[in-house]
């Protein structure tokens, strides 16, 4: 067995126990060495796991990055030109379409608050394929969540009822009536998730603000909560309001670069 051959490359990621990413040529036009089947792997350190040409193993590690920062798999084509082949040092140029897999555990979008509007926003992001929990302090306002979303009932003081946030997750802050978004802040913080954004106007954001301080949590940290949250795409109605934040999730995931330690 060679060192692009799946099995092989499977068997040293698998046994790594962590998320890694596996690339496989499944169509491909050359006289070149690159042959369909072969595959490619990176582990969760980043380490390429193959042998490929310096063009195709570029292509193939910026892919793979992504890959494992979004946490998902895709379809990517590579095309290299005969001059480039050249330059790099190899005969021939290549058309190749390869498929990146993901393996381990995607990020979960965490919904505090289970009001009218984190509801259609959670059921949104769940539409477009993410995991998600919505949490409350109010079983009778968890029951209204649509059945493709998981609940929780949690109380927003103590923070051993809440989940694990791991540092690729994504957390709305959208508590009812506001009440309990800077409880909910402080503790969130402390798991320094991928993303976190909260819902609210200039004046209830300034007040939120103010009690974070009075709990020694510092502006540093205000920096990293993206409010107002949503894409700006000039909503004003719930509806559209729950589709601008939805967007900024999928946005984020697919194009910012996630925390190094997932």
């Known amino acids: 067995m060679g060192q692009n051959d799946r099995s092989t490359i499977l068997k040293t990621l698998l046994d790594s126990g962590e998320p890694f990413v596996v690339a496989s040529i499944y169509e491909c036009k050359t006289s070149s060495a690159v042959r369909v089947g072969d595959c490619f792997g990176m582990n969760k ?3 390429f796991i193959g042998s490929a040409a310096p063009a195709l193993k570029d292509f193939l590690t910026f892919n793979m990055k992504k890959c494992l920062r979004i946490a998902d798999s895709f379809t990517a084509p590579f095309f290299q030109s005969r001059e ?3 330059a ?5 140029g290549q058309r190749s379409s390869l498929l990146f897999q993901y393996f381990g555990d995607k990020p979960v979008v965490y919904v505090f608050g289970a009001g009218d509007l984190a509801l259609a926003t959670a059921t949104i992001i769940s539409i477009a394929g993410f995991s998600v929990t919505v949490l409350d302090n109010d079983s009778s306002f968890l029951n209204n969540a649509s059945k493709s979303l998981n609940t929780q009932l ?5 923070e051993s009822s809440y989940p694990k946030i791991l540092r690729k997750d994504f957390c709305l802050v959208m508590t009812r009536g506001h ?3 800077a409880k909910v802040l402080s503790i969130v913080l402390k798991s320094n ?4 954004g909260m819902i609210g106007s200039d004046k209830k954001n300034t007040e939120v603000r103010e009690e974070l301080k009075r709990m020694n949590i510092s502006d540093s940290h205000w920096k990293r909560i993206r409010t107002p949250v949503g894409l700006d795409i000039g909503a004003s109605t719930p509806g559209e309001i729950a589709v601008a934040i939805a967007a900024e999730v999928v946005h984020v995931k697919n194009t910012e670069n996630a925390q190094e330690d997932q």
């Open 193 to 196: 998730p991928r993303y976190i």
């Open 84 to 86: 480039d082949a050249a």
């Open 154 to 158: 949690i109380d927003f003081d103590d």
């Open 45 to 47: 350190k980043l380490s």
């Open 179 to 181: 009440l309990q978004d």
């Open 88 to 92: 790099h040092g190899s005969t021939c």
